[in-house]
């Protein structure tokens, strides 16, 4: 059994085909991108109305199939940018229609988590799912997710766009941020934990007022907000394996693809005798093979459930 994937919450359109067994034949993306402002949602949808037959024609290609070998098309129905959701559920609608098959609405936060999850053949993990909008530190407990902490108020990886945009880094900064971090020295920003959840809005308008007020440079700016913001979500996440005794922690989202973030979270893991996980760069961000493998998942239970823009990983 195959099954097709389509990914369009945020800035990438992608379409994924995976087995049944989570084997991924393809996986292709195409993502917005803009010098100047971040993400402009109608500029985000005309981008993935533009781009998605040729993405989709890329995944058939490169999974050497044609639709007669798709049983299934997945999409992401939520959480995200309410224009992007219904761009991406419009496609599928019309590619489910003229190619008779069944469509399968699936939430993006547990496609995250499913395809980190079976990529490493790991049977329960403590997750913690960082991108640009979500930053949740979750676990699977009695058949549901739970959410043992998360962000009040902004997502990592978006805080670190804003700041990037503050700085002139351009859209998506996070990869551009960490570069410039690898030559800057450390200055206190505040650290905002509360109880399991963090806060980053603080630590962004800190960071701002020190920039314009020309006190530091960009290099040292970019390694404090990295530095500071890592390790609240380390020490968090610490506290949810030391209380639920979980031995394996799996880093699933964009910002997962941060190298000073994975080995602060390893060393953590090795220090209380546990093993760290994450998934290769592309599958970190959002792709359409995520959401073909929680398709398969969810094959028996989903169905053509349109958009859910607020649906939480907790929901489910
Ligand atoms: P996602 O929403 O899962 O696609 O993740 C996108 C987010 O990941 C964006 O906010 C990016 O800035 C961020 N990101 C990507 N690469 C890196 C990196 N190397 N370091 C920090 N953040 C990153
Ligand atoms: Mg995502």
């Given at each position: 059994m195959n099954i097709l994937g389509i990914e369009s919450t945020a800035h990438t359109f992608g379409v994924g085909i995976v087995t049944d067994t989570g084997k991924i034949l393809s996986n292709v993306t195409d993502s917005y991108t803009s010098d100047a402002a971040g993400m402009i949602p109608d500029k985000v949808v005309v981008h993935h109305n533009t781009v998605a037959e040729k993405v989709l024609l890329n995944a058939l290609d490169n999974a050497k199939v044609d639709w007669n070998d798709v049983d299934f098309i997945a999409y992401s129905a939520g959480p995200g940018l309410d224009p992007c959701l219904w761009a991406g559920y419009h496609k599928a609608k019309e590619w489910a229609q003229k190619y008779r098959k069944t469509l399968i609405g699936v939430n993006h936060c547990a496609a995250h988590l499913s395809i980190g999850k079976v990529y490493n053949a790991l049977q329960n993990p403590c997750y913690l799912y960082v991108s640009g909008v979500n930053t949740q530190i979750i676990v699977f407990e009695d058949g549901k997710y739970r959410v043992l902490g998360e962000t009040l108020d902004i997502?990592?990886?978006?805080?670190?766009d804003k700041f990037g945009r503050i700085i002139g880094l351009g859209f998506?900064?996070?990869?551009?941020?960490?570069k410039l971090a690898k030559n800057g020295t450390y200055v206190e920003l505040p650290y905002v934990v509360k109880g399991m959840d963090v806060s980053f809005s603080g630590i962004l308008t800190r960071a701002q007022q020190l920039f314009e007020q020309k006190k530091m440079t960009k290099e040292d700016l970019c390694f404090s907000v990295q530095e500071t913001c890592f390790a609240m979500l380390t020490e968090v996440v610490e506290r949810a394996m030391a209380h639920t005794g979980k031995k394996e922690l799996l880093l699933v989202g964009g910002v997962g693809a941060n190298k000073r973030f994975c080995e602060m979270l390893n060393i953590m893991c090795k220090e209380?005798?546990?093993t760290f996980y994450k998934v290769p760069m592309d599958l970190a961000g959002d792709q359409g093979a995520m959401i073909a493998w929680e398709g398969f998942?969810?094959?028996d239970e989903s169905?053509?459930?349109?958009?859910r823009p607020h649906w939480r990983v907790d929901d489910i």
């Open positions: 997502g990592l990886g978006n805080m670190l998506p900064a996070g990869p551009e941020l960490e209380r005798g546990a998942l969810r094959k169905g053509d459930i349109e958009v």
